[in-house]
């Protein structure tokens, strides 16, 4: 605002001048005070304004007192807390893990707060003896059963029965499970010979067979494929088309 030569000497002029530069007075004041750092406060690590220190939350313009709980600790941020080992946090406090017979306190676990003992599983707050049966052994696991089956068996109404693996057969990766020997086809509880026909082959996984190019499968044999003129066997091998300019129909290539 410019202020020329004279323009106050009116009383109600000069009033309005006070009025004027008290609010810009203020409002220069205000801004100080809301960049100001309050008390329990630091520079903040990009220098763009100010942090609370450890132990402090920032609320609104200023920096306030972390109330840490009985039987707890600020964590390595400084900006919260966390129970002490043995305690779980319930609302604003830490309140001590009951830990059952045959188990102990795990700080890893956000709920119960502790966990069995090495061949114990967790059964309605309570730790419950593994019984492993016959041909199996216990596993390290939160879930399940608490065992599993040695390999060669499998889970039958809780116990491990043996997988029967017959002849022309063996066991999978698994160890569970049985598959075919190449060459062979899974049937019921047995494995058969793949019988491949006159101008087939095995196919990749050995458990059942292709025809060679120029010829399609017909039931269990190989049948040649009939080529009309202006005809090609496609890409697959089994089958035709009809070359540039010629289209298929009723079993030949006709030109359109």
């Known amino acids: 605002m410019r202020i020329k030569p004279g323009q106050f000497r009116n009383p109600s002029a000069r009033a309005y001048l006070a009025v004027f530069l008290l609010a810009a007075v203020a409002s220069v004041s205000a801004g100080q005070d809301r960049n100001a750092m309050p008390a329990n406060a630091r520079p903040s690590r990009d220098s763009s304004g100010w942090e609370c220190s450890r132990g402090f939350q920032r609320v609104e313009q200023a920096c306030v007192a972390i109330k840490v709980p009985a039987d707890a600790y600020l964590d390595s941020t400084g900006g919260r807390w966390e129970c002490n080992r043995g305690y779980l946090k319930v609302n604003e406090s830490c309140s001590a893990v009951r830990v059952p017979a045959d188990a102990h306190a795990d ?41 599993d089956c040695d390999r060669g068996y499998r889970i039958e109404r809780e116990q491990c029965a043996a997988v029967k693996v017959p002849t022309n057969g063996f066991l999978r990766t698994s160890g569970d499970e049985w598959g075919c020997e190449r060459g062979f086809m899974k049937r019921a509880e047995a494995c058969v010979p793949v019988e491949v026909p006159s101008n087939g082959y095995l196919n990749t996984r050995g458990d059942g067979w292709n025809c060679e190019r120029g010829f399609k499968p017909q039931k269990s044999a190989c049948v040649a494929l009939l080529v009309p003129a202006n005809g090609y066997v496609d890409y697959s091998g089994n089958d035709w088309t009809c070359i540039e300019g010629f289209r298929r129909h009723d079993g030949a290539c006709v030109r359109f």
């Open 107 to 147: 700080d890893e676990r956000f709920s119960p707060g502790w966990q069995c003992n090495r061949g114990y599983r967790e059964a309605g707050g309570a730790c419950a003896r593994i019984i492993v049966p016959q041909n199996a052994h216990s596993v390290e696991s939160s879930f399940g059963k608490g065992w």
